[in-house]
């Protein structure tokens, strides 16, 4: 039951079906499912002006309150699969409410593409916010928030026309472009590496089912003890995996026991999510070529720096090492996955689960280092949430955030945020606790604060 909640859960947020198998390059032509471009009101906003059509082929949803700001808030919804149908979800902001109750409107679009294409997303989006001004009125203000892809097409949008949008909000975001991709298969390798002593890039079609099963015996403590219990070469494997997805950290623990014992991704096999997710062929949406690297990273499997022991040296000097096609992580903002460099202009807010292992800790980590080195930091406000979930925040939560990006934009006002860019601020048991929502159940496999129960 577990397992098929959450399948469900990802189905519905973001990227389910990303990378999963490798699949021939063809021309696809998309068409909109125009019933699910109409929606209902909210309950108490009945009078809002509710729009929908299509958009050079692209869906879109369009809903103005009453007692309207003048600000728009853009939405950009995650990974929908590489069907040829674009749709929107029922409901498709997770805090629109809040958004009619302020008096705010806002606008989504299907994109006119599926599968990974952030940069077609991007421009769609945009395309979306003019006929906005055509349709209804010049906004004063424009801001723009996404969960998953959509927080990489958020991220990638600011940066792409940095006079156009105010404020943005990405959540749960793939802020590290390629360093996702990455990390599925530092994960597959290195554990086929300290398991069987060998390493191999692409896969067989048999590996979920066959490889996957034999690392996970090699690994275990007990004949069926995988995840829970692991014998020393699994310890090490697992706080590699730790290190790689977003260094020492609270709430791992309980990320791995669930990631790796009930989630899975097409082999019909609990836990065998990450390992599923390894059956790709390395490319990213629809670009065919070979994205994925690993030819710079030094696998650690504990918390000392650098080579410090045998496991380690024997690691990085047998495993398979990957390099991407020529032209595959090329930095071109129309690219299925633009590379994101940093220079953020306008206030950026964004949020992030801890126990997050399909998009990992990782990504906002990377995304610190790279404002860092713009010296945009002052524009960045970071938030660690204690869950294990994939895009998995409450509504207050969302609530929170924006209307605090909304009071930073509007009111010069920054509000405060997490050291996403400290790993020993990161490592400390508390961490995480300050803008988790502390209503009991709020999260699924949440780490308990060390102050409060949870």
Known sequence: MIRRIVVALLAGIGLIGLLAVPVEAQEVEYVVDESSLPFEAVEGFEDSDRQWGVLRGAGYRIEVPADWNGDLMMWAH??????????????????????????????????????????????DTRRLARLFRRVVDRPHRVYIAGVSMGGHVTAASIERYPRFYDGAMPVCGVLGDFELFDFFLDFNVTAQQIALGRSEFPVGPDYPITTAQEIKRELELADGSWPFALNADGEAFKQLVELRSG????????????????????????????FDLGAGDGSVGVDTKVAVKNTDVFYETDLIRGPSNELEKELNAE????????????????????????????????????????????????????????????????????????????????ERAFGDLVGWVERGVRPAGDRVGSPRAVARENFGCRFTDPTPGAHFAAAPCPDRKR
């Open 78 to 123: 995650g990974f929908r699969g590489t069907g040829e149908v674009l749709f929107f979800n029922p409901e498709e902001v997770p805090f629109r409410r809040w958004l009619l109750e302020n008096g705010y409107a806002w606008a989504a679009s299907t994109y006119s593409e599926n599968d990974y294409s952030v940069g077609n997303a991007v421009v």
């Open 247 to 274: 260094g020492d950290r609270p709430n791992f623990d309980e990320a791995w026991n669930f990631w790796n014992a009930f989630p899975e991704f097409g082999s019909d096999i609990p836990g065998n999510f990450l």
């Open 319 to 398: 495993v398979v090492r990957v390099r991407p096609d020529p032209g595959a992580r090329r930095p071109s903002r129309l690219a299925p996955s633009p590379r994101l460099r940093g220079n953020i202009r306008v206030p950026v807010l964004t949020m992030h689960n801890l126990g997050d292992l399909f998009v990992p800790f990782h990504n906002e980590t990377v995304y610190f280092d790279r404002v860092a080195r713009r010296h945009k930091t002052r524009n960045l406000v970071q938030r660690a949430i204690r869950g294990s979930g994939h895009c998995d925040f409450t509504t207050a939560e969302y």
